[in-house]
């Protein structure tokens, strides 16, 4: 009977995420219908030959650093696990952790769907400005600056608060001969607002990395004056705790955001200040 309801739910689940992807295909607004059309192709797995050659190298290079043992120390200064209860102070400090190269690439980078997921909304969209809070080892970096690389336009700021972490990550982006991508190392609250600053109007941007329910709302708030006049904001792991959960609650119904796309574990907001009122999909992938 478990796996019988299991399947149900299943099939349920599907149909549901075709009903509101055709609902969001049919949106007023020109970007939720690219979006609607962007998770289509990522769950299609819909490629030209040379995108399907960009994306082998990459996953090859994950596979390389995941077999890897080398052991890394670096201060984190994100929210750790979902029931590590770091407080405020911690992760201003920041806590030394040490972990093999392969574990970190694992724990910290997106899977290979949600990786193509970044890479077709940049193909798609063709944003100048784009902004990435937490490179890790530089995977999500890698698909999203091949993709701009893909459009012949835009650059990709990367930020991340492990100077260990980050010099791999370079390594790895000049490995893939990716230019259009530069790493910013330093703690978000020391570094978002520069960068912001600097690189206005943001079209892009993908929030990962310090995944508390304050941290997360605060950073919202930050991004929202250095925005274009249509923008994309990505945030991952929404549901990780019940704190992510509360502020990605807050975040999609906030009147300023013109629609909000639940996929499951990442969320996207449209911010458009032309478009009035919020709508909200839930389209969950995973």
């Known amino acids: 009977m478990f796996i019988v309801n299991r399947a149900i739910a299943r099939v349920e689940r599907v149909i549901a995420r075709r009903k509101n992807l055709s609902r969001l295909s049919r949106e007023e607004?020109?970007?939720?219908?690219?979006?609607?059309?962007?998770?289509?192709?990522?769950?299609?797995?819909?490629?030209?030959?040379?995108?399907?050659?960009?994306?082998?190298?990459?996953?090859?290079?994950?596979?390389?650093?995941?077999?890897?043992?080398?052991?890394?120390?670096?201060i984190d200064y994100g929210a750790g696990l979902g029931d590590s209860k770091r407080t405020?102070?911690?992760?201003?400090?920041?806590?030394?952790?040490?972990?093999?190269?392969?574990?970190?690439?694992?724990?910290?980078?997106?899977p290979a769907l949600w990786a193509r997921l970044l890479f077709r909304l940049i193909r798609t969209l063709r944003p100048n400005s784009c902004v990435e809070m937490g490179t890790a080892v530089g995977i999500s970096a890698a698909y999203q600056a091949s993709a701009l690389e893909l459009n012949?336009?835009?650059?990709?700021?990367?930020l991340d608060g492990a100077p260990a972490v980050a010099e791999i990550a370079r390594k790895n982006l000049q490995t893939l001969g990716l230019s259009r991508v530069e790493v910013v190392?330093?703690?978000?609250?020391?570094?978002?607002?520069?960068?912001?600053?600097?690189?206005?109007?943001?079209?892009?941007?993908?929030?990962?990395?310090?995944?508390?329910?304050?941290?997360?709302?605060?950073?919202?708030?930050?991004?929202?004056?250095?925005?274009?006049?249509?923008?994309?904001?990505?945030?991952?792991?929404?549901?990780?705790?019940?704190?992510?959960?509360?502020?990605?609650?807050?975040?999609?119904?906030?009147?300023?955001?013109a629609v909000a796309v639940d996929l499951g574990a990442v969320g996207l907001?449209?911010?458009?200040?032309?478009?009035?009122?919020?709508?909200y999909f839930r389209i969950p992938l995973n």
């Open 29 to 74: 607004h020109a970007v939720s219908r690219s979006i609607a059309e962007c998770i289509r192709e990522t769950l299609n797995g819909s490629l030209t030959a040379e995108e399907s050659r960009v994306i082998t190298r990459i996953e090859a290079l994950r596979s390389e650093m995941e077999g890897s043992t080398a052991p890394i120390t670096r």
């Open 88 to 110: 405020p102070d911690q992760m201003e400090r920041g806590v030394e952790v040490t972990s093999s190269l392969g574990d970190i690439t694992r724990a910290a980078s997106k």
């Open 152 to 158: 012949e336009r835009g650059r990709l700021v990367s």
């Open 185 to 257: 190392v330093g703690n978000f609250r020391d570094t978002l607002a520069e960068v912001l600053k600097k690189e206005r109007p943001v079209d892009y941007v993908f929030v990962d990395g310090h995944h508390d329910e304050r941290a997360t709302l605060d950073y919202f708030e930050l991004l929202l004056p250095s925005l274009g006049t249509t923008a994309l904001l990505v945030f991952d792991d929404i549901s990780w705790s019940d704190g992510m959960k509360r502020a990605w609650g807050s975040i999609s119904r906030d009147p300023r955001v």
């Open 269 to 279: 907001c449209v911010v458009d200040p032309s478009t009035p009122g919020s709508r």
